[in-house]
T-cell receptor, first 112, second 116 residues
Framework: RKEVEQDPGPFNVPEGATVAFNCTYS??????FFWYRQDCRKEPKLLMS???SGNEDGRFTAQLNRASQYISLLIRDSKLSDSATYLC?????????????FGQGTILTVHP | GAGVSQSPRYKVAKRGQDVALRCDPI?????LFWYQQALGQGPEFLTY????????KSGLPSDRFFAERPEGSVSTLKIQRTQQEDSAVYLC??????????????FGSGTRLTVV
């Protein structure tokens, strides 16, 4: 079983749609959680951190459920520019430093 | 510079050739990571440096892979006797803190290695 699992998609949605991505992680000692965005042939860039209390940044909402070891990302009112790969990332515990473990990524395409 | 710089941007190597990939992290960043990203996959951890010390090299796939950061700033990832399965994008990331809990890491643009 992979440490971080995501549905690879692809998700194809029209502009204005709401889309949700899910992610599960296996290491219960994991300490911090992120969503990264990666455009085609570009490097991953931090989209947002994920907290147990849930956090929102404009059209984006991230949730963490530690009991279920589950992370989600909700995108409301999708824009064409949201088309990208979304990577679920976990900073596992058990090391003296912040080693990141990435999911496979979920591909999103927003069409007119 | 303002970001993490990697060079070369693209590298084509003949099978069996040695290659060296360079990473210039953000000035003052303590932590430096190397990741390997195969097509259609998420980045996979290779190795970690805290200043000049290589604290974790558990992700290096074979003894053909070697990384160094002798002065705690620039890092080089060397691959000896390249093979076709080494073809991937090699990403470098750095962070100011040892344990980056909230702000994530800054990645370079990567080096796309193609072994022919």
């Amino acid at each position: 079983r992979k440490e971080v699992e995501q549905d690879p998609g692809p998700f194809n949605v029209p502009e204005g749609a709401t889309v949700a991505f899910n992610c599960t992680y296996s290491n219960s000692a994991s300490q911090s959680f992120f969503w990264y965005r990666q455009d085609c042939r570009k490097e991953p860039k931090l989209l947002m951190s994920v907290y147990s209390s849930g956090n929102e940044d404009g059209r984006f909402t991230a949730q963490l459920n530690r009991a279920s070891q589950y992370i989600s990302l909700l995108i409301r009112d999708s824009k064409l520019s949201d088309s990208a790969t979304y990577l679920c990332v976990v900073n596992a515990g058990g090391t003296s430093y912040g080693k990141l473990t990435f999911g496979q990524g979920t591909i999103l395409t927003v069409h007119p | 510079g303002a970001g993490v710089s990697q060079s070369p941007r693209y590298k084509v190597a003949k099978r069996g050739q040695d290659v060296a990939l360079r990473c210039d992290p953000i000035s003052g960043h303590v932590s430096l990571f190397w990741y390997q990203q195969a097509l259609g996959q998420g980045p996979e951890f290779l190795t970690y440096f805290q200043n000049e010390a290589q604290l974790d090299k558990s992700g290096l796939p074979s003894d053909r892979f070697f990384a160094e950061r002798p002065e705690g700033s620039v890092s080089t990832l060397k691959i000896q006797r390249t093979q076709q399965e080494d073809s991937a994008v090699y990403l470098c990331a750095s962070s100011l803190r040892v344990r980056e809990q909230n702000y994530g890491y800054t990645f370079g643009s990567g080096t796309r290695l193609t072994v022919v």
